[in-house]
Structure formats: structure tokens, C-alpha cells
């Protein structure tokens, strides 16, 4: 089977500056591969968490691996930048060390050392959690939430296992940072934050307040951490599938470390601002999907060049708009909603009590399909089944609907009695969890299944 890996954008409607070639780089992963299944060889503790990892959780130790320190040999620096790698620029790293990353690729960073050092660091989400789990006892240099964290978890000769903890931290020293407090407080208004208001934009607007406030008093990194820490707990306290998942990866202390990305929801009216405030967290913005009059959306993808989040940003768009740059412009109001439109319309912006529509976990895809269902929490149809990118949704759970959205819809006309009364009594579709299983480096995402998938999860379907 052919397949093109450029699909993640249709190229043609796309100025220069926003194509993103997510190239395929088997190489890489290869060699990264034989350097992870040499670690394994060497210390059984990692063999038994490569092991844990699937039996308990459908989990590839290949995406919890943080970064990968190696002894400057004659040649591993010339085979990493041969497939792709190159030397990363204002990266705090110890002395005598080169950190080498892929820009192009999803692959973790290699850090070349002069030492004849090995060391291979894992990414639970928390690693307090993952050192309990462990039953070791191990030290853990670096305070509660401080920038960068790290314990080693096992040595043995010159092999060593860690695992490391960031929050919105790119380099590799251990950080006792001085804004704790803030970040705490931050964490706690941003877990507690108002969701409903009198208007969404009411509502989109205090929110850029508080980011504004926040970015003000602490580093804009350290602060989108804790924001995404809290929108994953507000989508996982009503999302079944996603504390299914959440919990089987938590009986080995990892938490959300593999959190691929983090879909919202939008109106039209408050998409721009909605951009603004994941812009003033510190993210840049990537590619654009153009599906115009074939399905009625669009989305911005965006990704934070330090926290390593992404964002897939959905809203309604119009044939005309298709090929603009509509993330940077109001937009005029549209008789008709799509299936994004709908949604907000029915559950409030993800950006307030709509929630993330879903996250996005990297597992082991095949397994993860087999198990979820013992947990009641079974996965649709894929969406993506390439060698390099496979994804499915894992069925939604109805939420009920606040009856003055649907009289809303009723008198603006955009919904039948019939409709209206379907949504009042079974509720809509809400919120999923994507399984998602990344291969060869792969970075981007599928505009023709993407197209698909927003099609068969209209709240509509059924109903009217």
C-alpha cells in the first residue's frame, strides 16, 4: 500500500510559509531503536519496565523515553546528523556535553557526552509517583515541582536508568527553582478557574486575563505547564475512557508523560483570541488543515518549543475562507454549523466548560485496542492505519445538554424539534480519548482521516 507522508496538509492551499513536510525517517529510528534495545540488554530493571509497559498499560518504551546520554564514539555523531539530527542551541546541559536534536521528527534528544557514560532517562508526568511505584526508595534530586527533577533509578556499570521530571523546562540540570510558590498558585487557579459565564466571549475573555497575569509574575513556559496539567485533569474527570487509560498507566507511576496532543473545540467568534491565548502561553503555530465545503472545519496546529505540547485547535470554516490564514482574522458568523460549531454549541468552548474535546496518549496501538474494551471503554473504527501513523477515537460518553442551548439552537433555527428533543433526552456526544501509535518519526497528522473523523463524530448523527 502507497502511501504519501506529506498528507497532513493539502500543499497546494498553503503558502510557503506554512507548509510542513513531516518527512519519514526510518533510519533514525532504527538506530535510536538498536541504542534503547542495548540499554534493555544491559540492566533487567528496564527490561522489567519495557515488559511492565505493555503487559499493564499497552505502553512502548520507545515513547517514554525523555532523552538518551552516549559516549562520543567515532561515529554515532556522524550517523545522528546524517538521518537528521542536529546540535540543539540554548539547551543547559553538563559540561562536556553535546545535545543533539531532530527538529523534523517526534525522536527524543541524544546527549554525546566525552565520559564513557550511557544513560537512558525515562518522563513520568510525575516523578514522585513513578519513584513510590518503583517500591526503591530512590533519591530524587530537585524540589517538588522545581523546572527539572531527576533520580536515578538503577546503575550498573557504565549503564545507568533514570527518570526525570519537567515542568516547562527544556535543558538537563537539576533546577531548585525559585518560583515554586507561584507555580503552585497558578496550578490551583488555573484547576479552579470560572467556566461558565453569562457569554462565551465573557468567558474566553477573563481567560486571557488571567494568562496575561500569569505570564506577567512567572516564566511563560512554567506557566503553560500548569495550565495543560490542569485542562488534562478537567477532560479526565469526564471523560471514562481517559481514566481507564490514566489508571492503568498510574499502577506504574507514569501519568500523562505520553500525551501526544491536546484537541479543542472552538466557536468562530472567539477562534482568534482562543489562538492569542495559546500564543501568549508561548506556542507557535505550525501547519493549517483545509477542509472547507468537505466536511465544513479547519484547525491550527500549534506546539510549545520547550513544554513539548501540541494543539489541534478546531473551528468551522467557510469554502471562502479555505487557503487564509484564518487563525489571524475574526470571522463573520455562518447561517449553518458544522460539526465543530455544533459541538460548542451544545457543550460551551473547550476552552471553558466544553473541556478538551480529547487527548491524544501514544501507546501500543494494537493492544490498546484489545484491552480498553474489558474496561468498557472500547476504540471506533481507526481513523489512520498506516506503518507510520495509526489513531482511533475510543466511543464517547453522552453528556447532557443545558436545555438553553438547545432552545438557542431551536429558535436560531439550526436544529429541529426533533433534534431538540433527542439531544434534552439522550444528551450528545462529549469528549475521547485518541489512541495514537507513532512510527519512523512521523510529526504530523492526516487531513483526509482527520476529515473522516470529524464527519462520524458529529453530535448530530443519530439524532436528527
Known sequence: MSIDPFSSLSMERVSPMQRYDWNLHPQAEMLLSQKVQEFVSKMNPLANIKESMFAWASLRLFDWIDHMVLPLASDIDTQLKAFGYEKGTNLEAPDDTDVLIHPN????????????????????????????????????????????????????????????????????????????????????RFSTRTRQFVTDEEGISLTMNIVSDAVSIMNKSRVADAFFKAERRYWESRDWAGQVQRNRQDRLGLGWGNHDHHTYRSSRNNFATLISIFEKLGFETREQFFAGTQAGWGAQVLEHPVCNIVIFADVDISEEERGTNFARKSMTHLEDLGTVGMWVSLHGEGMLQGGLHHLAARVHYE??????????????????????????????????????????????????????????????????????????????????????????????????
Open 105 to 188: 521528527a517526534i525522536f527524543f534528544p541524544i546527549l554525546l557526552s566525552n565520559e564513557s557514560y550511557h544513560e537512558i532517562a525515562l518522563k513520568p508526568e510525575n516523578l514522585d509517583h513513578f519513584v513510590q511505584m518503583t517500591g526503591k526508595g530512590h533519591h530524587i534530586e530537585g524540589g517538588k515541582n522545581s523546572s527539572f527533577r531527576r533520580s536515578v533509578i538503577h546503575a550498573e556499570g557504565i549503564y545507568t536508568l533514570s527518570a526525570v521530571e519537567r515542568r516547562g523546562y527544556s535543558g538537563f540540570l537539576v533546577h531548585d527553582s525559585d518560583d515554586v510558590r507561584n507555580y503552585n498558585l497558578l496550578l490551583d
Open 367 to 464: 493492544n490498546t485496542r484489545e484491552m480498553l474494551p474489558k474496561f468498557c471503554a472500547a476504540a471506533i473504527r481507526p481513523f489512520s492505519y498506516f506503518d507510520f501513523l495509526k489513531q482511533s477515537f475510543t466511543e464517547s460518553e453522552r453528556r447532557m445538554v443545558d436545555p438553553s442551548r438547545v432552545s438557542v439552537l431551536l429558535q436560531n433555527g439550526v436544529l429541529s424539534e426533533k433534534g431538540g428533543e433527542m439531544f434534552l433526552d439522550k444528551g450528545a456526544i462529549g469528549s475521547h480519548l485518541e489512541i495514537i501509535e507513532r512510527r519512523q518519526g512521523f510529526k504530523g497528522f492526516n487531513q483526509d482521516s482527520v476529515t473522516a473523523i470529524i464527519q462520524a463524530t458529529d453530535p448530530r448523527k443519530g439524532n436528527d
